[in-house]
Every structure is written in structure tokens, then in C-alpha cells.
T-cell receptor
Framework: GAVVSQHPSRVICKSGTSVKIECRSLDFQATTMFWYRQFPKQSLMLMATSNEGSKATYEQGVEKDKFLINHASLTLSTLTVTSAHPEDSSFYIC????????????FGQGTRLTVV | QKEVEQNSGPLSVPEGAIASLNCTYSDRGSQSFFWYRQYSGKSPELIMFIYSNGDKEDGRFTAQLNKASQYVSLLIRDSQPSDSATYLCAPSSFGNEKLTFGTGTRLTIIP
């Protein structure tokens, strides 16, 4: 299958700082990427849809000014958690739609964020 | 009503037996259905997808879809300990590939 690389896999940051997470499609171009958050023993919750060259579409209840998404190229989307707080600690996962079929989404390895 | 419902489990199945995982969904506009496997602390891995009513087989896995009943299932034959994981059901609509995940079913294969 297609490869999606997410970096870093694990990050610890101090409360009030910002953290950037990268999601790259390594062997295909992805016009659409998705960002999810998963709390322990819960399912994946979609945060936003990232479209190359345009503004991200955020799900209801997700603060766009706190979770900044940039999809500047066909192979890279970034999620920046600004002014992180302990309640932002979670497992963040990106996925990319595999083109040209646009019917399958492949996931990155995930990023475990811990805010202390 | 939740958009996607799955029995959270845990579901315990003896090694070598058939594991049956079920999923119901509320959005009648859903056209494609994905099953993902997620090991603890890891991201989801695509197992199967199905678009048409009926059965689709891939190795030990069989997906079954009944759009009229808004029901999709995953059967795992000859279950192995390595199949122990959480299985996530995710319907999607063509043209809107945003996946809505169920809560997942935790499957444990007992050696």
C-alpha cells in the first residue's frame, strides 16, 4: 500500500508552547489529508480535512485558531497545536487519500503528544 | 443515535475459530465501507473495503455488506493470536472520503 509518514512519533512539550506535527505522503500525491485525534480507549475523532492550496475544513467543536493546519504541497500537511495545554495530550493521526483513485485513505504512524 | 455503532467487546475467540465483527451505520448515503485494524498504541491499518452488497473475500478475511439493513460485518477465519487488536468500521461517501469511525471492537484470540 501507499506510505504515509508522520513525524515526530512522540513529543513532550511544556504547557503554553506550540508543537508542529508533519504528515507526508511518500510515494503519491495527496490533495486531501485528514487529521484525527484519539484519546485512550476511544475511537478516532476527525478534527479537520486538509486540502492542498486551500484552507482546512474543521469539524464542529475544533478550534481552528488552536489547531493550525497547513497543506502547502501535494505531499505535506502540518498540524500545529498552539499554546498547548495538558488536555491537548492525545494521539494525533493523519491520513492521506490515495490518488488517483481517491477511494482509500492510508494512515501515518501517529504522534503521541504529552503536554506537561 | 450514533452514526456508526460497533460492539465494543471485548470479544474473545479461540485460536483457529471464526471471529465475527459487526457494524451498523445510520447514514444511508454511505457508499464505501472500510475495516481497519488497530494495535494498541499504533495507527489504524486498512484490512478490507467493500462497496457492493454481498460478500468480499481476501485471504482469511471476508467483509459482508447489506445496505438495506445498513449493516456491514467482518469475518476472520482461522483466527490467530496476531489478530488480537481493535477493529474499526468506517463508512464513507463517494466524493466525501471523510471517514467516520465506530468506537471499535476489541478482539482477543485465545491460544
Amino acid at each position: 500500500g501507499a506510505v504515509v509518514s508522520q513525524h515526530p512519533s512522540r513529543v513532550i512539550c511544556k504547557s503554553g508552547t506550540s508543537v508542529k506535527i508533519e504528515c507526508r505522503s511518500l510515494d503519491f500525491q495527496a490533495t486531501t489529508m485528514f487529521w484525527y485525534r484519539q484519546f485512550p480507549k476511544q475511537s478516532l475523532m476527525l478534527m479537520a480535512t486538509s486540502n492542498e492550496g486551500s484552507k482546512a475544513t474543521y469539524e464542529q467543536g475544533v478550534e481552528k485558531d488552536k489547531f493550525l493546519i497547513n497543506h502547502a504541497s501535494l505531499t505535506l500537511s502540518t498540524l500545529t497545536v498552539t499554546s498547548a495545554h495538558p488536555e491537548d495530550s492525545s494521539f494525533y493521526i493523519c491520513s492521506a487519500l490515495y490518488t488517483p483513485q481517491n477511494t482509500e485513505a492510508f494512515f501515518g504512524q501517529g504522534t503521541r503528544l504529552t503536554v506537561v | 443515535q450514533k452514526e456508526v455503532e460497533q460492539n465494543s467487546g471485548p470479544l474473545s475467540v479461540p485460536e483457529g475459530a471464526i471471529a465475527s465483527l459487526n457494524c451498523t451505520y445510520s447514514d444511508r448515503g454511505s457508499q464505501s465501507f472500510f475495516w481497519y485494524r488497530q494495535y494498541s498504541g499504533k495507527s489504524p491499518e486498512l484490512i478490507m473495503f467493500i462497496y457492493s452488497n454481498g460478500d468480499k473475500e481476501d485471504g482469511r478475511f471476508t467483509a459482508q455488506l447489506n445496505k438495506a439493513s445498513q449493516y456491514v460485518s467482518l469475518l476472520i477465519r482461522d483466527s490467530q493470536p496476531s489478530d488480537s487488536a481493535t477493529y474499526l468500521c468506517a463508512p464513507s461517501s463517494f466524493g466525501n472520503e471523510k471517514l467516520t469511525f465506530g468506537t471499535g471492537t476489541r478482539l482477543t484470540i485465545i491460544p
